[in-house]
């Protein structure tokens, strides 16, 4: 007993007290953590699957919200770690005698890392550096330092670590047996910066250190993803085939033998052999979920041998094919996205697919800046071409003769049907197949329930067909109170077509009959020929709306193409047409200087001279003549709109101040100083408004009908002038239907009417920075990132039982936050809703981490209807103001702008 006692001290550093502390903390302590920790990855490794769009990783270290799953584990092993220095660690001048308290300081730095808590994680690596020199596991942290930095996206910080340590790995100095992990944290902090040339030298090295089996076939997947991504696809094919001999991962072998035919070229590949091989695939039923993948690499095998249409068709097919893979939804959208853009200059289309793609990714992915910024400008540039394509058709359309218009009109009605019908036989030989299988099935004793992909299939094709349905009776029905129950399963065989029963085929007799209901029918229904019709230009008056929204357009898409896109000849043909169609419009101005400026750098001095005659010529006094003039012209119109935009702003905050008098002033400030400018109906606007307040009326619609006389149609801020108009002829009851549908013009609430004004920008073609707010109930809420905060669970407590979720939500924190104390609180919020408070949070980013996790399928409320509770996090300043006013709607909104689109997010 008394040797036992003498050996428990940590305060003599004798060999008895080591071997003691030594043995007791490794098979005691340690031990225990470490396969706590090995748990953790390889639970965090199985749940978070590998992209196989982007470059892998050498590791898979998961996301934040991932990490949350394991908890549980990383904290028991940060428990153990903590436990074991705690316990056993000798530490006498300046060096520790307990090999394995210097493992257990390493222990909790890794569980921390896996955790996504990197500062703790360096702070920790740091203490093991200063203090264990020398050690093996002082080296481990360094790298894992590094890693920690990485983590964080400070790749180049982490890459002078890295470096320094293979300097010092070269000298001796360094653990020679963590070099495999040495040079793939390089290669982790290389990959994302795309130093291939360096990436690919480390992964060589790696390659030599002698790797696991997995960490072999991993890098040389890496290798030939890079070497692809390069163009160097004869290489890449190579470190695939590596791949393929060492994996035992599946999805690996697939994507490597995917990616092997995506490299086909017109000298290596066998075109033949190859489409063999994909479609093969594509039959194999276990790799249906993996169609979108195939079709993918199909699309770039075929860009490798000059193919781009069938490239792009294949494409276009992986994209419908990844609803659920948004990955593979982004990468294939992205690259058919950038073949119309740069091979066809099919700006529309690669408009949709960068728009698919956009809602997909964030600003971690590669490249992101430079995709947003094109989309930006495509988006800007297919809302005018997009305006000019269809304003040129229904002004041809229109101008057909009536029995011409109703005759294309029937079939394309007749057609449709014709495609609807085919879609439902389709369906029903597909559901019939289905069925049989599911027969045949249950003749072999196999009953239908038991067989997990038939009930799959048959549970997303129900889905597909009626979505989400309760499990009630007449469940078929989305509106029960429509109908008596009497009549309710009559009609249900075979809901009735519009017209009648539809054809299969598109006859005469089908275009005929359809003609006769030329001007009948639903406008909003295609199968009535109103639906064609309704937009449709049948005045001189809304024709020439058009071709004034035509003309603004084409000044638009030409600038956009020329200064934006970089595409002169196409910018050209925009300007030439607005010059030939348009000739009389004051716009025509923008055009001729537009035309001047690219001649000029082009060298066409004879066309260039010809433009600039017509801008000095026909509009000597015009601001783009004085451009030709004085070049330093430009400096005074950018200082005239700075001002325009600031007196814009201070006009709209004192509207909302209600100070109508400084209104009018500030107005006729602006007329008198800048008589015949563009932004004057905007400030007219407010003007009107003001007075409207001050029950001048009939002075608000003088200056109303001005500006619907003057401006141009297609000016945004001529709706908002017509619908005030219309409210005051009314007598205040009415307002113009082109707002009412977008709930513009209430006509009780003319502020709601000043604020949707106020965003429009005071430029035809240059945006003004928004003046979007909160609501006033929003705005009493203040967003304060470093302050405590609580989360709330809002439940209706009619669904939900308050008490028992209090429990399990204590639970959970029990489970994955028994280090952080949280407690949860019950208080009642209103007579239908409880309100569950946690706390308390140090900050809003801890708060929202835990809201995030709360909504994750290990969360209590993963069983609970998402209609029957809210969650989200608040301030204690916010707190006690949302609990006395009870305006969840408030809160909700101040919550999505505030804490969703800040820099905290989910």
């Known amino acids: 007993m008394l040797l036992a006692s003498v050996s428990c001290s940590t305060q003599k550093a004798k060999w008895a007290n080591i071997a003691f502390h030594n043995t007791t903390a490794h098979y005691n302590v340690w031990w225990n953590g470490n396969e706590s920790l090995r748990e953790g990855i390889t639970k965090l490794e199985q749940s978070e699957p590998d992209d196989y769009t982007r470059i892998l990783p050498p590791y898979r270290l998961g996301t934040k919200e991932s990490a949350m799953a394991v908890y549980p584990e990383l904290d028991r092993a940060t428990e153990k770690g903590i436990k074991g220095i ?310 041809a359309f229109a101008a057909l003769p009536a029995s011409e218009r109703d005759t294309l009109i029937a079939r394309r009605i007749a057609n449709l049907k014709a495609a609807e019908a085919a879609e439902r036989e389709r369906e029903l030989i597909r559901q019939a197949t289905v069925e049989n299988a599911a027969a045949r099935n249950t003749l072999q004793g196999d009953w239908y329930f038991y067989n997990t992909n038939t009930v799959q ?210 107005s006729r400030e602006v007329s008198s100083t800048y008589p015949g400018h563009t932004a004057l109906a905007r400030f007219q606007f407010f003007e009107a408004l003001a007075l409207v307040q001050m029950d001048s009326t009939s002075q608000a619609e003088q200056l109303l009908e001005g500006i619907v006389a003057t401006r141009s149609a297609s000016d945004s801020i001529v709706p908002f002038a017509r619908s005030l108009l219309q409210y005051l002829r009314d007598g205040g009851r009415g307002a113009d239907n082109a707002l009412q549908s977008e709930s513009v013009a209430d006509p009780l609430n003319l502020e709601q009417l000043a604020g949707r004004a106020a965003q429009q920008p005071l430029s035809q073609f240059n945006d003004v920075p928004g003046l979007t707010e909160l609501s006033p109930e929003a705005q009493l809420f203040r967003y304060r990132e470093n302050m405590q905060h609580y989360v709330v669970v809002l439940l209706n407590n009619k669904q939900i039982r308050a008490t028992e979720l209090r429990y399990q939500i204590a639970n959970f924190n029990s489970r994955y936050y028994s280090n952080k104390g949280y407690k949860v609180n019950p208080l009642l919020f209103t007579d239908t809703i409880q309100m569950l408070t946690i706390h308390r949070f140090i900050t809003a980013a801890e708060a929202m981490d835990y809201r995030t996790h709360l909504l994750r399928p290990e969360s209590p409320l993963s069983q609970m209807d998402p209609a029957e509770y809210q969650v989200f996090p608040i301030s204690t300043q916010n707190y006690a103001t949302f609990y006395n006013r009870k305006n969840i709607e408030a809160y909700n909104e101040f919550f999505e702008h505030s804490y969703k689109s800040s820099s905290v997010k989910q």
């Not at 963590?178 to 910066?193: F, K, N, S, V």
């Not at 979505?467 to 009735?496: C, H, N, Q, V």
């Not at 005929?512 to 049948?538: I, M, R």
């Open 457 to 666: 299939q048959g549970s997303q094709t129900f889905r597909q067909r009626w979505g989400t349905r309760a499990l009630e009776d007449y469940w078929f029905l989305s509106k029960k109170g429509l109908l008596g129950t009497g009549s309710l399963i009559a009609g249900m065989e075979t809901p009735p077509q519009p017209d009648g029963e539809a054809s299969g085929e598109s006859s005469d007799k089908d275009v005929a009959d359809t003609a006769v209901l030329s001007s009948h029918g639903n406008p909003d229904d295609p199968h009535y020929p109103a639906y064609y019709l309704k937009d449709l230009p049948s005045t001189a008056q809304q024709r020439d709306s058009m071709h004034s929204e035509t003309a603004i357009a084409l000044l638009g898409a030409g600038y956009i193409l020329y200064d934006g896109l970089k595409n002169t000849q196409r910018a050209v043909e925009h300007y030439l047409r607005m010059t030939t169609d348009y000739p009389d419009r004051d716009e025509v101005v923008q055009a001729f200087y537009m035309l001047y400026r690219i001649y000029t750098r082009m060298g066409n001095t004879p066309s260039a001279d010809y433009y600039r005659n017509m801008v000095l010529m026909g509009f000597p006094d015009s601001d783009f003549a004085n451009l030709i003039r004085d070049e330093n012209y430009y400096r005074q119109l950018l200082q005239r709109d700075q001002i325009l935009n600031e007196q814009y702003a201070d006009l709209y905050d004192t509207y909302r101040r209600g100070r109508y008098r400084s209104v009018l002033a500030l």
């Open 86 to 395: 705690k316990k056993h660690s000798i530490f006498l001048k300046g060096r520790e005698y307990v090999a394995y308290v210097r493992k257990c300081y390493l222990l909790t730095a890794q569980a921390s890392f896996y955790k996504h808590d990197f500062v703790t994680a360096e702070g920790t690596c740091q203490v093991m550096i200063n203090q264990y020199a020398g050690t093996a596991e002082a080296d481990a942290s360094a790298i894992l330092k590094a890693r920690c930095a990485t983590a964080e996206r400070r790749y180049a910080e982490a890459e002078t670590e890295l470096d320094a340590l293979v300097v010092s790995l070269g000298k001796g100095t360094f653990d020679r047996s963590q070099a495999t992990d040495l040079y793939m944290a390089l290669l982790e902090a290389l990959i994302p910066q795309e130093k291939y040339k360096k990436a690919v030298q480390f992964a060589k090295l790696a390659l030599d250190a002698k790797p696991s089996r997995q960490q072999r076939a991993r890098l040389n997947f890496i290798l030939g993803q890079i070497y692809q991504s390069v163009g160097k696809r004869p290489v890449a094919v190579k470190y695939y085939e590596a791949a393929l001999s060492k994996t035992g991962e599946y999805a690996m072998e697939f994507n490597a033998r995917l990616n092997i035919a995506s490299c086909a070229d017109l000298e290596h590949a066998n075109l033949p052999q190859l489409e063999r091989q994909m479609e093969r695939m594509l039959k194999d039923h276990k790799n249906d979920e993996y169609h979108d993948q195939i079709y993918y690499a199909m699309g770039e095998m075929y860009m490798g041998v000059k193919d781009a249409k069938k490239a792009c068709d294949n494409f276009a097919r992986s994209v419908t094919a990844a609803g659920r893979n948004p990955a593979q939804r982004a990468r294939s959208a992205l690259r058919l996205a950038g073949i119309q853009y740069e091979l066809y200059e099919n700006y529309d289309m690669a408009q949709r697919y960068y728009d698919t793609a956009m809602s997909v990714i964030g600003p971690d992915y590669p490249r992101y800046r430079e995709l947003k910024s094109r989309y930006d400008i495509l988006t800007s540039l297919v809302r005018y071409t997009r305006t000019i394509e269809r304003n040129d058709s229904l002004l």
